[in-house]
């Protein structure tokens, strides 16, 4: 028996997807058509290629080392035929589904909308949030085109296309009483000033781990007087109080638009971190398109 072209693209989406329904989903096949391919797969071949469990399907050792020929061949062979139907993203009216953070739906969504709509004026955009733990499995799924964020997701599966490096600054209150004779916002902290001060501190998912490293590295974890899940509600808390907070730079500049705040510049060193746009392998023309406005769009742009 012969390994055939709907049997290589079946076994890669069933790898990439670890489902018989998403994969049936994507080519367009009824669930049995599926399971009848991956029985002659595993016919073919003499060994169990997945494995079933309760998170869905395990692929084998097998499996694993099918995968990146099977892909890379299957890749080479779109990109040589090249899409039936380029997509037209000016009669477009799809919908698409990108994940963002709190903070990305602030920051980013502004810079976007008017680029969508003046390149794609039909299509419609959906914005859900970002859970970094099933943002790859939704990308594979096909539940979601686009996901952008600082975490760094698993490449092995998806495709990263990095767009903006972050520094820290911290942001305090325009009117904090130490600090009030410090603006403008160009001013920075001395390494005795910033010691002495309290922190509101972000712990979420989405990536942000170099200010609470600092803040552990200089033995200030007990000068935390809150702690956050995500950034929306750090302007608020500092406007209002006398805390500081460690943030990324371009939260910073759209927070200090927004709010009575100011950037200050930090007596240290913060690692800084990549902003990436994340799709799976293989997106198709319209999700292609898609990826390529917003990286070209946010690295290019910023609020102001």
Known sequence: MTID???????????????VTATAELLHVAQPSVSYTLGKLRRHFGEELFVRTSHGLEPTAAADELYEPFRSALETIDRTAGPAQPFDPAASDREFTMLLS?????????????????????????????????????????????????????????????????????LAAADHPRLHGDRPAAAAFTSERFASERFVSVRGTTGHLGPVRLLQRLGLEDRVELELHNFAAV???????????????????????????????????????????????????????????VVETLSTRRFH
């Open 102 to 170: 709190e903070f990305g739906e602030l920051s980013f969504l502004p810079l976007l909308l008017g680029r969508l709509a003046a390149l794609a004026p039909h299509v419609r955009l959906r914005v859900r949030n970002l859970e970094v733990d099933r943002a790859p499995e939704m990308l594979t799924r096909g539940q979601a085109d686009l996901v952008v964020t600082s975490a760094r997701l698993p490449e092995a599966l998806l495709v990263r296309r990095p767009f903006m490096t972050v520094d820290y600054v911290a």
């Open 235 to 293: 302007p608020y808390v500092v406007a209002a109080t006398e805390l500081v907070a460690i943030v990324p730079r371009h939260i910073a500049e759209v927070f200090a638009a927004r709010h009575a705040v100011t950037p200050l510049e930090l007596p240290w060193q913060v690692d800084p971190i990549e902003v990436a746009a994340y799709s799976r392998h293989r997106p198709g023309p319209a999700r292609q398109w898609l990826s390529d406005v």
């Open 5 to 19: 072209l709907v049997q290589v693209r079946t076994f890669v989406h069933l790898y990439e997807t670890r489902s």
